[in-house]
């Protein structure tokens, strides 16, 4: 088998993996739905291939819930929203797998925000054992291949935005009214 084949493997496997996670993700980001509806604003931290579900999320928040929602890789965050002001009114959610290249930098962007005391959800296929800070990890599937792990990363995002929307009454994409 090439390793395309094996890349497609990887992907089903993942979906599977994904299903088994489902229900306790469901209930681990309604929780923090409830506890995040009010935010005005979102952060979405991303390094490597996981930029990618970093950048959706921004664009999910602008869609779903037409709020403020940026995205930014884990360096340029401890440079930059560091600094920010009135944190608790900002949702920030990381996205980090454990075998990112940027890993320790992940490590020390979790201990900065949670010490700043953030609102703080991190999307990761490992847990408070592999980052060192009890805060909302919220689990997605192993992937042989890094490339492959946005395929899931997308999916707390998703529910934390729907949930969110429902939860303010919003109307997805404002009804394209523009409003």
Not at 33 to 42: G, Q, R, S
Not at 89 to 94: E, F, P, R, S
Not at 122 to 134: A, N, Y
């Amino acid at each position: 088998m090439d390793e395309a084949m094996d890349m497609r493997f990887d992907m089903v496997a993942q979906g599977k993996a994904l299903g088994e996670l489902l229900p306790d993700m469901c209930r681990q980001v309604y929780d923090i739905a409830e506890k995040w509806k009010n935010m005005e604003a979102y952060d979405f931290v991303g390094t490597g291939f996981d930029y990618a579900a970093a950048w959706f999320g921004h664009a999910k928040v602008f869609e779903a819930l037409g709020k403020y929602a940026m995205h930014i890789n884990s360096e340029e965050w401890l440079h930059m929203n560091f600094f920010m002001r009135n944190v608790d009114k900002i949702g920030t959610i990381i996205v980090a797998n454990t075998t990112n290249p940027a890993m320790s930098r992940n490590k020390e962007l979790i201990k900065f925000a949670h010490n700043l005391t953030r609102p703080l959800m991190v999307i990761t296929d490992g847990g408070k054992e592999d980052f060192g800070v009890d805060t909302n990890y919220v689990k997605v599937p192993k992937t042989k291949y890094a490339i492959n792990m946005p395929l899931t990363q997308f999916a707390p995002i998703c529910l934390l935005c729907g949930y969110i929307m429902d939860m303010i009454g919003e109307e997805d994409g404002r009804g394209c009214k523009g409003v």
